[in-house]
């Protein structure tokens, strides 16, 4: 049987590929995805006015490839009001006054609190200079931009940086830092800077979430497509030739071939390494080479009435316990107060693997209670709860890193590859690349 014929054959539908989808909405794309929704790791469900959310759920500000985007589909990205760096500790929520303070708050012994100051003023240091480099130079492009910050104190993990820390610091810090997957032992210094950078640096960082859920965003992008991307889509194979990209996969159990003249592929490295016949030696080592940890996320719907303590805090860190962070999603929708609220939390790297094999309900109840532990006021009003499980779950920066990153932007012809692990900016790097990619598909 003939193969059937398209001008672009996307593979995978999380946002990098409809990213890319989106810039080539006018000709004939079709998306293949594995699953039965798109979005990949980004997912967020609408209820009433408030959505719960499993993936990701704050981006980068008007002037990146995400907010660009967010403007030309009219998703409704709103700065986050709320405070990022609340903390629950011991029983005590500290969540404003300068961060300088927080020692001084917060339930440590006298040996932690003295390490606490010494290491947040060092850090400090540390993310003001990862400002300086990060800042975007006039008519930089994206992929220098990267290579820059993958350089940036990318000789030694960030433990080698700070040295082992008391268990108390190291807790505040580890809870913040594992965010990316990576335990501060395996992550590059200036990727674990980058993440205080990113939370101290709202403006600067990913301080903005979308009103009705990320899901918004996905759905406007998938829209002009239609049935043109299809589900339940296993892609096995894919070779390239003279003439353009052969495409094999299993379609819902039905072995299919497509062809195009080119392909753009968004799956994890891994599996992307196994997919791509003919990669150059370089960028088959450098897809293997990436390394993910796990994540397990939660997200809770509550029926409380009336103003609550938690309306101006949009993120808090949770050090020693079974989760890590908890994020109000709803705080983007404040000063207006609405019936309930929305709470997302999760376990990432080693809290998450600790875990991974314990039954939803368990893991749930788990999660439910470390809720309830920072707000024991939701007793008796959590009305509904969601579980997901990620793995591979996010890309970290490992020590030396910076070193592939030539070998992963190398052009590979008719094939061309997007997704966040090509960089270390998240849905940010999804963007990005997938419109590059589309771009370059676009010459084919
Ligand atoms: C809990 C959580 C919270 C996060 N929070 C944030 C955040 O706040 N901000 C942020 O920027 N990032 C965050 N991230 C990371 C962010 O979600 C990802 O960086 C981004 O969504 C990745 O998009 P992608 O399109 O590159 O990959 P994916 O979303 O993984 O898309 C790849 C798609 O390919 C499909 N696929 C895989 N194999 C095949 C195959 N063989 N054939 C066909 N299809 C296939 C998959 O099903 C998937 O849909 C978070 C991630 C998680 C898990």
Redesign the pocket.
């Known amino acids: 049987m003939e193969p059937e014929q398209h001008d672009v054959i996307v593979?995978?539908?999380?946002?990098?590929?409809l990213s890319a989808a989106w810039d080539l909405r006018d000709r004939d794309v079709v998306v293949?995805?594995?699953?039965r929704r798109v979005?990949?790791?980004?997912w967020s469900e609408q209820r009433g006015d408030l959505w719960l959310n499993?993936?990701?759920?704050?981006?980068a500000g008007d002037d990146s490839a995400a907010g660009t985007l967010m403007r030309e589909v009219g998703a409704e990205p709103r700065d986050i009001p709320g405070v990022l760096t609340g903390v629950s500790y011991k029983g005590r929520l500290v969540a404003d006054g300068p961060l300088e303070l927080y020692p001084f708050k917060l339930p440590l012994s006298l040996r932690g609190r003295a390490e606490f100051v010494r290491t947040g003023l060092r850090l400090r240091k540390l993310v003001a200079q990862y400002g300086e480099m990060a800042r975007q130079r006039p008519r930089e492009q994206p992929a220098a931009l990267q290579q820059r910050m993958l350089e940036f104190m990318d000789d030694r993990s960030f433990t080698d940086e700070l040295g082992v820390l008391h268990p108390e610091v190291d807790a505040f810090f580890r809870c913040t830092l594992t965010r990316g997957t990576g335990e501060p032992e395996q992550i590059a210094a200036g990727y674990g800077v980058g993440y205080f950078h990113l939370a101290w640096n709202k403006e600067d960082g990913?301080g903005r979430n979308i009103v009705g859920g990320p899901q918004t965003l996905i759905d406007g992008l998938a829209a002009p497509h239609g049935d043109r991307i299809r589900f339940g889509?296993?892609?096995n194979r894919i070779t390239q030739d003279a003439d353009g990209v052969t495409v094999e996969c299993d379609d819902n159990g039905t072995r299919r071939t497509l062809r195009a003249k080119a392909a753009i592929v968004?799956?994890?490295s891994h599996?992307t390494a196994e997919?791509v016949a003919g990669l150059p030696a370089a960028t088959d080592a450098a897809l293997r080479a990436i390394t993910y940890g796990p994540?397990i996320?939660a997200a809770f719907l509550t029926d409380e009435e009336g103003p609550q303590r938690w309306d101006d805090i949009y993120a808090i860190a949770t050090p020693g316990r079974a989760t890590s962070m908890l994020f109000n999603m709803g705080n983007v929708l404040m000063p207006q107060r609405h019936r309930g609220s929305s709470f997302m939390s999760?376990s990432s790297a080693d809290l998450a693997r600790r875990i991974m094999g314990e039954p939803d309900e368990t893991i749930l109840d788990t999660y439910q209670a470390e809720l309830e532990n920072v707000f024991p006021e939701l007793q008796g009003h959590v009305v509904e709860r969601l579980l997901h499980r990620?793995d591979p779950?996010?890309p970290y920066p490992f020590v030396g890193r910076s070193r592939i990153q030539p070998a992963l932007m190398e052009p590979l012809g008719r094939v061309h590859l997007a997704?966040?692990y090509l960089g270390s900016w998240?849905?940010?790097t999804?963007v990005w690349t997938g419109r590059q990619a589309a771009a370059a598909a676009k010459q084919q």
Do not use: N, Q
């Open positions: 593979i995978g539908a999380g946002i990098a590929g293949l995805e594995r699953a979005g990949g790791r980004i499993l993936g990701a759920h704050v981006y990913l889509v296993v892609v968004t799956t994890p599996v997919l994540m996320s999760y990620t779950g996010i997704g966040d998240y849905a940010e999804s």
